[in-house]
Nanobody
Framework: QVQLVESGGGLVQPGGSLRLSCLAS????????MSWYRQAPGKERVLVAR???????DYANSVMDRFAISRDNAKKTVYLQMNSLKPADTAVYYCNTRISGVNYWGRGTLVTVSS
């Protein structure tokens, strides 16, 4: 059973920082790709960042040089460090992994960037 649980969202002022965490179940291996997506109100869910074994992380252009994805395999946790946050970053952030062609999602964590 693949389970993903996000945490770390909240309200932050523009220019601030947040770190999201995604705790994965024991069935996920260090070689499995892990991603963060986000969905803003009224918009489609889009890829924010992805980390894959042996490759450099991928980032959406809109978050390049502001966000950083990392993973701690021993803790089965993936992180998304978000800096210089903007109101446009307001969204529900979802953790994702894709195993044998099947997408698995967490329930999401809300990030609101507002003064």
């Amino acid at each position: 059973q693949v389970q993903l649980v996000e945490s770390g969202g909240g309200l932050v002022q523009p220019g601030g920082s947040l770190r999201l965490s995604c705790l994965a179940s024991e069935t996920i291996f260090s070689s499995d790709p892990m991603s963060w997506y986000r969905q803003a109100p009224g918009k489609e869910r889009v890829l924010v960042a992805r980390i894959r074994s042996g490759r450099d992380p991928d980032y959406a252009n809109s978050v390049m040089d502001r966000f950083a994805i990392s993973r701690d395999n021993a803790k089965k946790t993936v992180y998304l460090q978000m800096n210089s946050l903007k109101p446009a970053d307001t969204a529900v952030y979802y953790c994702n992994t894709r195993i044998s062609g099947v997408n698995y999602w967490g329930r999401g964590t809300l990030v609101t960037v507002s003064s």
